[in-house]
Structure formats: C-alpha cells, structure tokens
C-alpha cells in the first residue's frame, strides 16, 4: 500500500468536494468558495459541468490512466487545489485513492450524500441493516456471498448495462423472484425509479447513474452461501480433489483467519480452503497453488460462482511455483506436502507468528507430519468421520478416510536453518 508523501506545509492545500447530480445547488457556501478560489479543479467531465459556473481557475478532467491524474494532483502541492467527487469521497471514492499519497493534514474534505445513502432514503431503508456493494467497475460476482432470503442489498452498478446484468445473474442463481428496483440519476432533474422482478427484468434503458435495491428472495434451487465455514460439498465443481466439508470446518478453524491476511493453498485442488478463507472477511486474500490445468482452470471458475473472483490462481507445483509469492500469514496444505521441499518452503515462506495446517490421508504424508511435529512441536489432531448410509435394508456407519491435521505457529523470532 502506498504512503503518503511528506507533507511540505502544515495548512491544507488540497479540498476534496463531494458533488451530486443537483450541481451547484447542493452545494454549501464553504464548498462553493473553495471552488471559486481553486487554481486548478480536477473531476470528470460530469463533474466540471456541474460545478462549471463556480470554477474559476483551470478546469482539469481526469486522465486516462488514472495514474496521470493522480500525479498531476501531487505536482500542484502548495496551490489550492479543488478534487471534484460523487457524493461522499470516502465511500468507494476517489478520496480514499488520494489519501494514500496525501497526508490528512494536507487535505480539507466536504462530502455529501453518497449514492448508497440517496438510495436508502428513497427505498425507506434503514442504512446499517442493509448490505452496501460497489459494483462500479468491478466484477458482478461480488454480490454472491449477500444473496439471503430476505436481505436487502444495495448495489452501486458501472453502467446502463448494469441492472439488466445483475438481474441476470439473480435469474440464473435461482433468486429470479427478487425485486430489484432501479434508481437512477439520485438528487437531480433526471432521477427516476422502477421496480422490477429479477426474472423477466425488460427495463429498455437505464441511466448509467444508477443504484440497484434488491429485495432477495431465494426459489428452491438458489445458490445461497451461509456464513459459516464447511459449505455443502456440492456447491463446489470437484473432480473429487476436494477437502470435505466437516474437515474443510475444523480446517478453517485451525488456519484463524485474521483481518487483510493473506493465505497460501498449497495443493488447492478445487480451491474450497482458499475460497472459504477468503469468503470470512472481505480484507482476507489468498493464492490458490495447483499443478493441475484442469484444476486450476475450475478453482478459477468456482472463485467466481462464490464470489470471491479476486481469489489469485497460480497454476504451477510447489515448491518452484511458491518463489516470488508475497509472503503468507497462514499457509494450507492439502495436496503434494509430502514432495521434497514442499514443508520446508511453506515453512521458509510463512510470516514469523504465522498458522500452517496441513491435512493428511495417506501414510506417506502422515510421516512427513510426524516428523515436522517431533522436530517443531505444534499440535496433532486426527479426524475421523463416518457417515450412515444404506447396509441391505438396513442403515449402518460408513467410515471416510481419517485425516491426521497438523497445526503450528511459526514463532516470532525463528531464524531459519
């Protein structure tokens, strides 16, 4: 993450004005003043029209890459400068990507109404019970994991295409029977609002302003994803290389996901240790390493279909293809510990006062896990799990394969052989 950069002087140069689609009108007297006194206002081209009889100085859109305008920000450090935003800058906007070069000191913020709150008012919903999700410019699949009987969801889009996209993948994930309402242009003299069922949605147009409210509700087939760890097997595409989902729980349990960590899988398989680390938290991340191309292939899709397409895929076998990886916070290993090298990488890799859990069903990697447990200590368990199924007429027990699970913590001051 990038650093602010050295603050030259104490007194704010940089104000960030929050703008909606009522232009100038929406404005208080501080933030018209701002405008007017500003040298240069940067914005999008919206943005400078809106403001455009306030602005006085030297009217500047934003550059393509982003970056270029970023930087043009920075080498006007000292002047007044004006950023023109939508709605609050902070929320999803484009003050949290200057806070990471700018110093707060440097810096005077005016927000106004985010698009989600303007959206809440006009639905009559109460702001902290509702799910908040920028789609603008991100992938449609991240409102997977919000998909509840009876929530209510927000869903800030990218364009016109956006509603018709979202109730599409409602329709095919069996919420067809959700009311998606559509609001457009929030605040200014083109607002509109429709509702419509996800199923059938035929909305001709839709302002590429808009906010998507979805009542959910789940048909017999949706794909619903609860919250806790140890997900149904078949909601995963496996090709049988998949930790079930009792060990898959108690897994989850042992790696402790903690806040903006970073995972490790090492032998992912179909990628469900990786997916259902990274579906505990948004802050979490995780690289899914695989050998397979087949199955590296299917974890990608099945990142996906839960929602988590930000879930890296490194298609290649440790321990070669773990060289160069950001170093973890927790590693897994479910598949090929038992390859020379592989545990002493995922060792050698993992953060000081980092978890790693490695599973085992066969003898060969139990040896490796025993020894490892002799030599560094940590904790054994082994999970044995039988499932009744039909014996003649009659029901009986049918044992799965035990798994001999390994956890250890790799103490904060360990220099490494």
């Not at 029901?395 to 699970?405: E, F, N, S």
Request: hydrophobic residues 50%.
């Amino acid at each position: 993450m990038s650093t602010p950069d050295p603050t030259p002087s104490a007194a704010p140069w940089l104000t960030i004005v929050g703008i909606g689609e009522d232009g100038l009108a929406g404005l208080g007297d501080e933030a018209k003043a701002a405008i007017g006194a500003a040298e240069l206002v940067f914005g999008g081209a919206r943005h400078l029209e809106l403001a455009g009889a306030a602005i006085r100085g030297e009217a500047c859109a934003w550059l393509s890459p982003f970056e270029r305008s970023v930087a043009a920000v920075l080498a006007a450090r000292g002047r007044p400068v004006v950023v023109l935003a939508s709605g609050d800058p902070f929320f999803y906007g484009v003050g949290v990507t200057l806070s990471r070069r700018i110093a707060r000191a440097e810096m005077h913020v005016i927000p106004a109404p985010s698009a989600f709150s303007l959206a809440a008012s006009r639905m009559g919903w109460a702001l902290q019970e509702t799910t908040c999700v920028s789609l603008h410019g991100r992938p449609l699949d991240l409102i997977r994991p919000h998909l509840h009987p009876g929530s209510r969801i927000l869903a800030l889009t990218s364009d016109s295409d956006g509603p018709a996209a979202l109730a599409a993948l409602l329709a095919a994930s069996g919420f067809g029977a959700s009311a998606l309402t559509v609001l457009e242009a929030l605040g200014g003299p083109r607002e509109r609002v429709s509702r419509h069922r996800a199923e059938g949605f035929a909305l001709a147009y839709a302002d590429m302003l808009n906010v998507c409210a979805v009542e959910v509700v789940a048909g017999e087939t949706a794909r619903v994803l609860a919250y806790t760890p140890g997900l149904a097997d078949d909601l995963f595409e496996h090709d049988g290389q998949i930790t079930k989902r009792e060990v898959r729980a108690l897994t989850l349990s042992a790696l402790a996901p903690r806040h903006g960590e970073l995972l490790w899988d090492i032998g992912a398989g179909s990628g469900s240790i990786s997916i259902e680390w990274m579906l505990a938290d948004p802050s979490l991340k995780a690289i899914a390493v695989e050998g397979h191309p087949e199955r590296a292939a299917r974890i990608a899709r099945n990142a996906r279909n839960f929602g988590v397409p930000g879930l890296a895929v490194v298609e290649g076998t440790a321990p070669v293809a773990l060289a160069g990886l950001a170093a973890p916070d927790a590693v897994f290993i479910g598949g090929g510990g038992s390859e020379a090298g592989v545990m002493e990488a995922a060792i050698a890799g993992l953060k000081p006062g980092g978890r790693l859990v490695a599973n085992a069903v066969t003898t060969e990697m139990e040896a490796v896990l025993l020894a490892h447990h002799a030599r560094l200590g940590g904790s054994l368990i082994r999970i044995d799990i039988a499932r009744a199924a039909p014996v003649g007429q009659m029901t009986g027990w049918r044992p799965a394969m035990p798994v001999t699970q390994w956890r250890w913590v790799k103490p904060a001051n360990e220099i490494e052989d």
